[in-house]
């Protein structure tokens, strides 16, 4: 168990809706990654938040967003879905907004219907 | 892109034989790290070497970088079954702000 905890699991939904996932990074860890996962891309890093504030942007569609709150857990909001939106993301914390070593979430799987 | 790659995709070998997997990337790093990907899980950090460091060892893994030809490889010796995994190298840029993750490669260790 890695500390970073990522709700739903499991997310079904339909073509042109809008979906939220949530991040809950390890204690103390004040950086939050997002990253997308599907078959045919890899692993892609769509954000990276420090502290509450935008630090690093990747491939991130203009229809996803993120946020990072106070308490430093992390939302990740995917809007207008696509069927090709399907994939594991994952949420991972560090330490700092250097380059220490991740700790993953168990993801959440996201099927667009 | 400036995403790692990994080679081979796929490796498939016995137990107790040595499995080794190579990475190469195009841009300068402060780190590359090594992560193991069980099938639909998250991705655990194994190791990580910095720029200035040849070869690194962590029970049965072993890494070594070479930064003039922008290459870095995982060794795991004595192989099991609980070894099988998708393996990824990540590469660190300098500012230390993006993570680029490579294609991956994935493990097959025979029982």
């Known amino acids: 168990d890695s500390g970073v905890t990522q709700t739903p699991k499991h997310l079904i939904t339909a073509t042109g809706q809008r979906v939220t996932l949530r991040c809950s990074p390890r204690?103390?860890?004040?950086?939050v990654y997002w990253y997308q996962q599907s078959l045919d891309q890899g692993l892609q890093f769509l954000i990276q938040?420090?502290?509450?504030?935008?630090?690093a942007k990747g491939n991130i569609l203009e229809r996803f967003s993120a946020q990072q709150f106070p308490d430093l857990h992390s939302e990740l909001n995917l809007s207008s879905l696509e069927l090709g939106d399907s994939a594991l993301y994952f949420c991972?914390?560090?330490?700092?907004?250097?380059?220490?070593?991740?700790?993953f979430g168990p993801g959440t799987r996201l099927t667009v219907l | 892109s400036q995403q790692g790659e990994e080679d081979p995709q796929a490796l498939s070998i016995q137990e107790g034989e040595n499995a080794t997997m190579n990475c190469s990337y195009k841009?300068?790093?402060?780190?590359l790290q090594w992560y193991r990907q069980n099938s639909g899980r998250g991705l655990v950090h194994l190791i990580l070497?910095?720029?200035?460091?040849r070869e690194k060892h962590s029970g049965r893994l072993r890494v070594t970088l070479d930064t003039s030809k922008k290459s870095s490889s995982l060794l795991i010796t004595a192989s099991r079954a609980a070894d099988t995994a998708s393996y990824f190298c990540?590469?660190?840029?300098?500012?230390?702000?993006?993570?680029?993750f490579g294609t991956g490669t994935s493990l097959t260790v025979i029982p």
């Open positions: 991972a914390s560090s330490v700092t907004s250097g380059s220490n070593e991740q700790f």
């Open positions: 204690s103390g860890d004040l950086s």
């Open positions: 938040y420090y502290n509450g504030e935008e630090r």
């Open positions: 841009t300068s790093i402060n780190n």
């Open positions: 070497i910095r720029s200035n460091e």
């Open positions: 990540a590469t660190v840029t300098r500012t230390g702000n993006q993570f680029y």
